[in-house]
């Protein structure tokens, strides 16, 4: 399968801990987003790597939240010390073009 | 920075009808127009895109109708079908100060096909 893989599916974990996802891109795609999504709402832009660079943040991630993206292949969400309020659908997706997206299937976050 | 606004929010069509979704953007600088759509616990599938210099585009049974003048497109789909019952997102393009394009997407619109 040559589509965007993101692990886990799902995350179930208690305010105060802290959880990371990953994400492998297609392989020839140098251009890779995270994007959150809660319930009823369109994604929304988090931050942008171009091969290993992190180029773009959005003002939605707080520095609880970190990625990186080493050698400019797959990447890593982590969130610190998470909130009720980080409950969403953590998206990946990539591109070899600027606009031309692939998403992945997304990890769902639960906090309780 | 963009902003895309999405109409309706929900839709409830007959098997064989023609739902129609409407986007709304501001920013007019950019050049590409895309329609997603998304089944439940699946992220979002690239449907059909557009670009401004054309005012329609099919593939298939969907169509994107573009109105370069009133900042606005529109998604129609052809003899719809319980299978197209999804959430479909209108996006448009922001420009970050970094080089970067981001895609700024609607809020979604339900959409039901009853048999």
């Known amino acids: 399968d040559t589509g965007v893989s993101q692990n886990p599916r799902h995350k179930i974990t208690k305010r105060g801990q802290n959880v990371t996802f990953r994400c492998d891109p297609i392989s020839e795609h140098n251009r890779l987003y995270w994007y959150r999504q809660t319930l009823g709402q369109g994604p929304e832009f988090l931050t942008y790597?171009?091969?290993?660079?992190?180029?773009?943040k959005s003002r939605l991630l707080s520095d609880r939240f970190s990625a990186e993206r080493p050698k400019g292949s797959f990447s890593t969400l982590e969130i610190q010390r998470t909130e009720q309020g980080d409950s969403a659908m953590y998206l990946c997706a990539s591109s070899a073009t600027e606009y031309g997206y692939t998403f992945g299937s997304g990890t769902r976050l639960t906090v309780v | 920075q963009q902003q895309v606004k999405q109409s309706p929010q929900s839709l409830i069509v007959q098997k064989g009808g023609i739902p129609i979704i409407n986007c709304a953007y501001e920013?007019?600088?950019?050049?590409?127009f895309p329609w997603y759509q998304q089944f439940p616990g699946k992220g979002p599938a690239l449907l059909i895109a557009i670009r401004p210099d054309v005012s329609e585009k099919k593939e298939g049974r969907f169509t994107i109708s573009f109105n370069k003048s009133a900042k606005q497109f529109s998604l129609h789909i052809m003899d719809s079908q319980p299978g197209d019952s999804a959430t479909y997102f209108c996006?448009?393009?922001?420009?970050?100060?970094?080089?970067?394009?981001?895609?700024?997407f609607g809020k979604g619109t339900k959409l039901s096909v009853i048999p």
């Open positions: 996006a448009a393009p922001s420009f970050s100060g970094a080089g970067s394009y981001q895609l700024t």
């Open positions: 790597f171009q091969n290993e660079a992190q180029l773009e």
């Open positions: 920013n007019t600088a950019f050049d590409y």
